[in-house]
């Protein structure tokens, strides 16, 4: 897919966020500026705002993006990277923590609480003579 494209179809998905709702809307404003509320384009974004998830939707602005050669404008372009940047850093900061190091020696058994919420688990660096890791749960 398309940076523009893809923006667009991210950006539906991560509404949620203040900052990639302004910056959608800038993306979105600029498509309007260019090539006006009524064109195709824009008409197929307004219908994909209504059900982001429909591929036959993506697909359409995907197709509208291309005729009308957006991806050709550099200043739109770099809207729809700045989105992405925002989506991705959005989702890096909510779903990621570090707990940091964590040793044990001697017999017995280690225990870490427990964990919930979007995103997994993930250990790393584990080492040790024989035993085992048991109880590692994730939720996705």
Do not use: C, W
């Not at 500026?33 to 384009?41: A, I, M, V």
């Not at 993506?58 to 291309?66: D, H, M």
């Amino acid at each position: 897919m398309d940076v523009i494209t893809t923006a667009i179809v991210s950006a539906l998905a991560n509404q949620s966020k203040d900052a990639v709702k302004d910056l959608y809307n800038g993306l979105k404003g600029a498509l309007k500026n260019k090539f006006g509320s009524e064109s195709d384009l824009v008409e197929a974004v307004d219908k994909l705002e209504k059900n982001p998830d429909r591929e036959d939707r993506q697909a359409t602005v995907k197709t509208e993006v291309e005729i009308a050669k957006v991806n050709d404008d550099q200043d739109l372009v770099k809207l729809a990277r700045d989105l992405l940047e925002k989506i991705q850093q959005q989702l890096d900061s909510s779903k990621s923590i570090i707990i940091g190091d964590v040793q044990a020696t001697g017999e017995g058994s280690l225990a870490m609480g427990s964990f919930e919420g979007e995103g997994g688990v993930a250990i790393a660096n584990f080492e040790g003579e024989a035993g085992s890791i048991g109880g590692i749960h994730g939720k996705k």
